[in-house]
């Protein structure tokens, strides 16, 4: 009997922290979304679709995603080709690579301010180089273009370290008798990536997609950083709502609607990559 119960005891405390950090919290957050005035309701919904900032924000949200994830993955893939290439230098470049994941996200919104402010790097070289007479407003509210690119590069510049972790540690997996046959049969390095890395490499595609998709709904510190109020964004106005306007039930909506985006999209990888996967089998 005790055998049978050893594995139950063992994941014991992981699901009492998940019982007491996530599922209880949740289930708070859900009560406070669906009551008002001490009653089921969706009001707090209606109040925040009503909003005039909470369908900008979701579109800025999404945009964001849609720009930044594609390029982190695709980014993240060639330097862990590079990286798993190298013979020599391999653990040096990768420590180099993965530095941003030790900086906050706070910090890295600082970083690239110094950047694109009036007084910033940009600015200044762009001085240095004759190319401007007066600084550009590179993060004026009136330039939202900007604005985007200028919170896309911070983001890709900050978190493709984690992707990239993700797919070193899968192209690490992969058995060298695979490329090994694929280069007797005469598949060139284009062709072994495409029809060796990229198939055997698909769960850690699906958990690096899922888990930067889920941040990227989360991005928050780096646009208030560089871009204050003038691109709101989903995370930002749940904080808003919660601390300025003093409504928490309203945060709540936000809360809920951010979590039903990432688990929209975790089933929607989870789904595409399984199909794929069972169509090569």
Known sequence: MAP???????????????????L??????AAEAFTA???????NFRTMEEHWKFRTAFWNTVVLAVLVVPVQVALALFMASVVTGLR???????????????ISDLAAGIIWLAIFEQSGFLNSALYGLGLIDVPIPFLGYQNKAALFVAVALAEIWRATAIVLVILVAGMGLIPKE???????FGAGPRRCFTK??????????QTALILRTILAFEVFAVVVTLAGSNLPVLMGETYHWQF??????????YALVILAISIGFTLLFLWALHVRREQMV
């Not at 049978?4 to 996530?22: D, E, G, H, Q």
């Not at 300025?244 to 909506?253: G, I, S």
């Open 4 to 22: 049978r119960l050893l594995p139950f005891l063992l994941l014991l405390p992981a699901t009492l922290f998940l019982a007491v950090f996530f």
């Open 24 to 29: 209880f919290p949740f289930v708070q957050v």
């Open 37 to 43: 005035d001490g009653q089921w309701s969706l009001e």
């Open 88 to 102: 020599h230098g391999r653990d040096l470049i990768l420590y180099i690579w993965t530095i941003p994941l030790g």
């Open 178 to 184: 695979y490329y090994e046959a694929a280069e007797v």
């Open 196 to 205: 060796v890395t990229l198939p055997l490499l698909r769960p850690s595609l």
């Open 244 to 253: 300025a306007l003093q409504d928490r039930k309203v945060a709540a909506a």
